[in-house]
């Protein structure tokens, strides 16, 4: 991480991003940061009243049998929705210049504008609905084949490659797992040197 402070690891929901965002750490010699406790935080802290896209699914259930593109725009409409939360934390971490890896479902790619390349990211993506099922069974058994919900992050990490593609993030694919470190390390290093 020569030349910047923050790395954000964004993906939709079962792509690997926790797989992928531990060892970049590590190779990065600094913490890792979950974006997502952070949206918990905030949903804890709040009422549906008080921030209703992030208090959204518990307050329209009915949204979880919308089609995958529908729930696909929600899901960046809760994103966007929490967007000043992340960008104060990446703020915090760049004037202190504090270095984390930051990984998370609700992280969008354009997080990185404003920061004078001090801010880097990466989308990983996974385009095989028969790899996320497998993915999900891997770590979430007990919930079966959750195919809807691998077509929804199908869904997502399209609206996600359109905002890398407007932002110059580079986007990479998941598999093969093998070469996963290398290949995020490379696109982060070359988008560092645009």
Same mark, same amino acid.
Do not use: C, K, Q
């Given at each position: 991480m020569d030349s910047w402070i923050v790395t954000l690891v964004c993906g939709a929901s079962g792509v690997g991003k926790s797989r992928l965002a531990i060892p970049l750490a590590h190779r990065?010699?600094?913490?890792?940061?979950?974006a997502d406790d952070i949206t918990t935080a905030l949903a804890a802290l709040t009422t549906a009243e008080q921030h209703p896209m992030l208090h959204y699914w518990g307050s329209h259930p009915e949204a979880r049998s919308w089609p995958p593109e529908r729930i696909a725009q929600l899901h960046l409409a809760v994103a966007e929705s929490v967007r000043a939360?992340? %960008? @104060?934390?990446?703020?915090?971490?760049?004037?202190?210049?504090?270095?984390v890896v930051l990984e998370g479902d609700y992280l969008l790619p354009n997080l990185v504008n404003g920061f004078g390349g001090t801010v880097r990211a990466v989308v990983v993506a996974e385009p095989d609905e028969d790899r996320l099922?497998?993915?999900?069974?891997?770590?979430?058994?007990e919930h079966g084949e959750q195919r809807g919900r691998a077509r929804v992050s199908l869904?997502?990490?399209?609206?996600?490659?359109?905002?890398a593609n407007a932002a110059g993030v580079p986007v990479v %694919? @998941?598999?093969?797992?093998a070469g996963q470190l290398e290949r995020v390390d490379r696109a982060l290093r070359e988008s560092a040197r645009k």
């Open positions: 990065y010699g600094v913490p890792l940061g979950e939360g992340y %960008a @104060a934390v990446i703020t915090d971490h760049v004037e202190s210049a504090a270095p099922v497998a993915n999900f069974m891997a770590r979430e058994p869904a997502v990490s399209a609206l996600l490659t359109e905002r %694919a @998941a598999w093969p797992w």
